[in-house]
Structure formats: structure tokens, C-alpha cells
């Protein structure tokens, strides 16, 4: 009688744990809000961690409206850091590649530094050579957003920064909004809105270094990746597109079928040559007049069991596979972040479109507003 009574208070008590376990849980998710660093001029940056219901957290600063980590398991359930970044804002306020930024006014390159809109002609910075990359000398990326926790559901944070008309020479006070809301099935949603008092041309979108194996962990070569794109659109010597929109069939630019990211990319093709490997944008493969989410991309770490779908409204995606990375940069816990280390899934419109009639148009009027969204879902493969 008495092992009955025991076995009776045993099953009582796990049915008690399991009934609170998920109480126990949500209540665990939300945002939480710690201080990173001070800006030169004193300005606080503060650090701003989503947790779901899951476990995934995503950590992202004012300064920048940066991604600067994204803890989620392996297939043992270990919790990694899939981005690269750095432990404090020093590291953000000294010149680096853009880590996790929000990259505007223009995401991409602008050919010569400059475009014209209604007949006149705007010079950029030149900050790549001869063209303006991602915005200019000051882009959003160095940008103070304002945050805001959102409360529902999910942990979801709105930034907003506000472009005067005439930074970075581009015209049109432009108002910038970006949610970030991460939910339980481990989606980390980018939903991107802006407007305008000016015609402008705007091209918005966030540029975290993915390495599924764990930042700091070495190359992403074995890493396989599938784009949803049949075209692409070839780069000229200054990594400007041509114009043209050409067919990736028989090129080491087809990953229509998933295929390791290093099978081909010391091919002989003068399209990897000139840009040391991949930084090509990728033009989906969208049904005519269709603005909804797709599958943009598909990227599976084996070793690690992580797996990244890349789902978008957007155009294009740009593949970039750290060509550039070359080991002077020391990230968090002091990595080493070397030659393709990381690779880049920048959705967007096209480069150089405000110089390109035939590409989508990234022009914004006063009284449209700009609208996309970007949905980076986080799973396990065995």
C-alpha cells in the first residue's frame, strides 16, 4: 500500500512538472535589455536579446540596428553562435565588414558613385573603388535607431532612424522602420518599411556573416547551399553588374540543386576570378507579379546539423562567401576570422539598379512606401 501511495505522488508530481513546464518557459521569453557601450559623443548603445520559447536567442544593438549573435542548437542540442561578431562596440565602432548590420540607403554597389533621378544627377562617395557600397562613408549601418519593444506574442523590436534629405547626398528625408520578431519554430523575421518626402532610390537589407559550424570555427566550404535563381547578373572588373541577366546553367553559379559551397569555387570562370569567389546577386526564380515570401535559399551544415532557409519578398539574394575575410580581424572571444570564413545571403533588389532601366526600380515616391521581408528560419537535419 505504501509503494502504491509512493508511485501515486511520483506520477502526480511529474504530471504537476510536465502541466508547468511550458508556463515555466513562455515566461522566459521576451526581450531583455542590457547597456553595450558608449558612442564617442556618450550616446548609450544598448543590447537587446530576443528569446523564444525555444531556447534561440537573437542579440542585436541600437548602433546600426546590428545582428551581433544568434545562438541556436546543434543536432545534440548544444547552443552555438551561427554569426560572426564582436563582445563589445569597440569592435563595431572600428572599421569591419559590415557584421550584421542594416545596410542602406543603398544595399550593394552603385556603379561610378553616382545615378540620376527626375534628370539629375547625384554623386555618391566613392568608398570601393570607384562606386558606392552599401550606403556610403556613413551608412545606416553606423546609424543610432531608436528601439522599441513591440510586446506581443513574440519578443518582436521595431528600430527606426530617420535620414535627413541629402545624407550621404541622397535625396528625400527618408523614414526607416525594421522589425525584428523571432518566433517559437525558431524564424527570425526582417520586416523592412520606409518613407519618403522626395523621390529617392532605396535598397534596404541586413548583412550578418552566417557560419552554421560556429563563428570562429574555420571556412565555410563544406557548408551546402541551394538558390532558388535559374539567373544571375554578371559582374564587370569592378563587381558592377553588366546589365545583363544570364542563365546559371553550366556554370559553377547553378545551386538550383544543393551543392557544398567549395566544389566550385576555384573554378575556372572568370566570373569567380573577379570577384575571388562568390559575391554575385542571384535573381529569383519569382512567378511574374508575385510579392509574397519564397524560398530564396537553403544553406545545411552536416557536421553541425544546423540548417538556414532563406525565405524573402525581394528580388535577388546576394551570395557572398567572405572573400575578403583575411585574418586581421579578431572577433568574439578573439577568433579569428579568416579567408571564407562566413558567407553572406543578402536579400535585396538588384545592384546598381538606379543605373539599370531593365532591373526592378528601387525608386520610392512620397506617398508610396517601401515594404519587404526576409524570414531567416533556423532547423536541425540528421
Not at 564617442?40 to 534561440?56: A, C, H, I, Q, W
Not at 557584421?99 to 555618391?124: P, Q, V
Not at 544570364?246 to 544543393?258: C, H, I, N, Q, Y
Not at 515570401?293 to 551544415?301: F, G, H
Request: glycine share 10%.
Amino acid at each position: 500500500m505504501r509503494l502504491k501511495s509512493t508511485f501515486l505522488s511520483l506520477i502526480l508530481a511529474l504530471g504537476i512538472a510536465l502541466v508547468c513546464l511550458p508556463h515555466a518557459r513562455a515566461a522566459s521569453a521576451g526581450i531583455k535589455m542590457t547597456t553595450f557601450g558608449k558612442m564617442p559623443d556618450g550616446t548609450t548603445v544598448n543590447l537587446y536579446t530576443l528569446t523564444n520559447r525555444s531556447g534561440m536567442q537573437v542579440s542585436i544593438i541600437n548602433y546600426g540596428g546590428r545582428i551581433v549573435s544568434i545562438m541556436v542548437p546543434d543536432r545534440t542540442g548544444k547552443m552555438g553562435d551561427v554569426v560572426l561578431g564582436f563582445d563589445n562596440l569597440d569592435g563595431y565602432l572600428a572599421p569591419n565588414p559590415y557584421f550584421g548590420a542594416l545596410i542602406g540607403r543603398y544595399g550593394n554597389r552603385i556603379g561610378n558613385a553616382r545615378f540620376t533621378l527626375d534628370g539629375k544627377e547625384y554623386k555618391l562617395a566613392a568608398n570601393d573603388g570607384p562606386n558606392s557600397l552599401h550606403g556610403g562613408l556613413t551608412g545606416f549601418d553606423r546609424r543610432f535607431w531608436t528601439a522599441k519593444d513591440l510586446g506581443g506574442n513574440h519578443p518582436s523590436l521595431e528600430l527606426t532612424y530617420v535620414s535627413p534629405d541629402g545624407e550621404e547626398n541622397y535625396p528625400g528625408r527618408l523614414t526607416a522602420h525594421v522589425v525584428y520578431t523571432l518566433d517559437d519554430s525558431n524564424e527570425l523575421k526582417i520586416d523592412y518599411t520606409a518613407t519618403t518626402n522626395k523621390d529617392t532610390v532605396l535598397n534596404l537589407t541586413n548583412h550578418s556573416y552566417f557560419n552554421l559550424s560556429g563563428e570562429g570555427s574555420g571556412d565555410i566550404l563544406k557548408t551546402d547551399m541551394m538558390i532558388n535563381a535559374s539567373h544571375y547578373t554578371p559582374i564587370d572588373e569592378h563587381l558592377i553588374p553588366t546589365g545583363e541577366i544570364a542563365s546559371v546553367e553550366g556554370t559553377p553559379l547553378d545551386f538550383r540543386k544543393s551543392t557544398p559551397i567549395g566544389e566550385r569555387i576555384n573554378a575556372d570562370f572568370e566570373q569567380l576570378k573577379l570577384a575571388k569567389g562568390y559575391d554575385h546577386d542571384f535573381v529569383l526564380d519569382r512567378p511574374a507579379g508575385n510579392h509574397e515570401l519564397i524560398v530564396a535559399a537553403r544553406a545545411v551544415d552536416h557536421e553541425s546539423g544546423r540548417a538556414l532557409e532563406v525565405r524573402t519578398t525581394q528580388p535577388g539574394i546576394q551570395l557572398y562567401t567572405g572573400n575578403f575575410l583575411d585574418g586581421t580581424i579578431h572577433g568574439r572571444e578573439g577568433h579569428v576570422y579568416g579567408f571564407r570564413n562566413a558567407f553572406c545571403l543578402e536579400t535585396q533588389h538588384f545592384p546598381d539598379s538606379p543605373n539599370k532601366p531593365k532591373f526592378p526600380t528601387t525608386e520610392l515616391k512620397p506617398g508610396q512606401t517601401f515594404h519587404e521581408t526576409t524570414v531567416f528560419k533556423f532547423s536541425i537535419v540528421h
